[in-house]
């Protein structure tokens, strides 16, 4: 069993090699819902749906997120309402959040609408929100405090972000099932995605990083940051508002007290070198996915890696590498 960390776009990117590779229903998700969003009053989850889509092979890879051969005929419609369009939604996208919506207003927790959908989409992986209460990732900038779609999708992360909070997260819980995933998993997986509004969310649901740092599986990390830059999007200006080196030294930070494995790209060869001197396994390979055997390729090794060497081998996790602090 396997249990997966997740955002959207890396995230999903790196479900798709992941469900090439091994049985769909040996996989758990456990997916960021801080960009959660209101959007022409329906409840959209941006993360929940990405990866739901891949798992049923009804993700557009060109876009990376949304349906396939989707067409946007009703956000056109919205506009010549003058309602707001910056948030792209296609007209089969729209479905799963009318549904979802009905689902929610019926009095169903945002699990059970997601086990619902997922059931009849034939996504045979288990997929669970990181929460069923609401946990909202703020961004704090110049003009004020955004959510994380208006500050990513609408103003195309232009801003200068002073800080960032995720609303509600103290009083939120696992959703259920999560705490036992991560429990009984082989391995647990960080994808490749953001950090801070991608993984912070789910880390800062209290009892999530608790049990990663107890779990008996190893915890490997996937860096979304390739040379001193992510693949894509605003990860690195997240990273430097929270203190973090835009590297694969970042990430390890930003993981530092459970994960075993850092998984890098090999042009981070020698930034790797400093967090192995320093007690971090970290293993270098392709981590840029762009075909399907990419994709592929970086999960099966992915799996290599966790599965390789004795669990009881490794340092006592959050031991390894604190000495990070003290490098020049
Ligand atoms: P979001 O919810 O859309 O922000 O999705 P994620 O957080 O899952 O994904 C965003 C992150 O994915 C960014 O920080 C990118 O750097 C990273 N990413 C995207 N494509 C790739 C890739 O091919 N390889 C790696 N290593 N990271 C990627």
Redesign the pocket.
């Known amino acids: 069993m396997i249990c997966v960390l ?8 790196f479900v798709d090699g992941l469900r090439q590779v091994m049985p769909a229903e040996q996989i758990t998700l456990i997916v ?1 819902t801080g ?1 959660d969003l209101l959007w022409w009053g329906l409840y959209v989850s ?2 929940i749906d ?1 990866i739901t889509y891949v798992l049923s092979g009804m993700l557009s890879r060109e876009r990376g ?1 949304g349906v396939k051969g989707d067409t946007f005929l009703c956000l056109q419609a919205m506009g010549q309402l003058g309602e707001p369009t910056w948030f792209h939604t296609g007209d089969r996208d729209l479905a799963m959040h009318l549904l979802r919506s009905r689902l929610l207003a019926e009095g169903k927790t945002l699990s059970d609408a997601t086990a619902v959908i997922s059931e009849k989409l034939g996504v045979k992986a288990r997929v669970l929100p990181m929460s069923d209460s609401r946990v909202e990732t703020r961004i704090d900038t110049p003009i004020g405090e955004l959510s994380f779609e208006e500050y990513f999708v609408q103003r195309w992360y232009q801003d200068p972000v002073n800080s960032v909070r995720f609303a509600g997260a103290s009083d939120a819980e696992p959703a259920p099932g999560v705490i036992d995933a991560i429990e009984a998993a082989d391995a647990v997986i960080i ?4 950090p801070i ?2 993984i912070g969310p789910i880390l800062a649901v209290p009892g999530i990083r608790e049990t990663l740092l107890r779990c008996r599986g190893k915890v490997a990390a ?5 040379g001193s830059a ?4 605003p ?1 690195g200006i997240l990273m430097a508002a929270q203190g973090l080196p835009c590297s694969i030294v970042g990430v390890a930070h930003a993981y530092e007290d459970f994960i075993d494995i850092l998984v890098c ?1 090999h042009r981070d060869t020698r930034a790797a070198e400093l967090l192995r001197a320093n007690g971090l396994t970290v293993h270098c390979t392709q ?4 075909t399907a055997e990419d994709k592929a390729a970086l999960a099966r090794d992915v799996l290599g890696y966790v599965s390789r060497s004795p669990h009881d081998e490794r340092p006592a996790r959050g031991s390894a590498f604190r000495r990070l602090d003290q490098q020049p």
């Not at 997740?6 to 990117?13: F, L, N, V, Y």
């Not at 994808?191 to 953001?194: H, I, Q, R």
């Not at 992510?230 to 999007?233: F, I, M, Q, R």
């Open positions: 997740s955002g959207g776009t890396g995230g999903a990117k960021n960009d941006p993360d990405s997120w994808a490749p995605s953001n509004t991608s996937i860096s979304p940051i390739v992510p693949v894509a999007g990860a790209d981590t840029i996915m762009r």
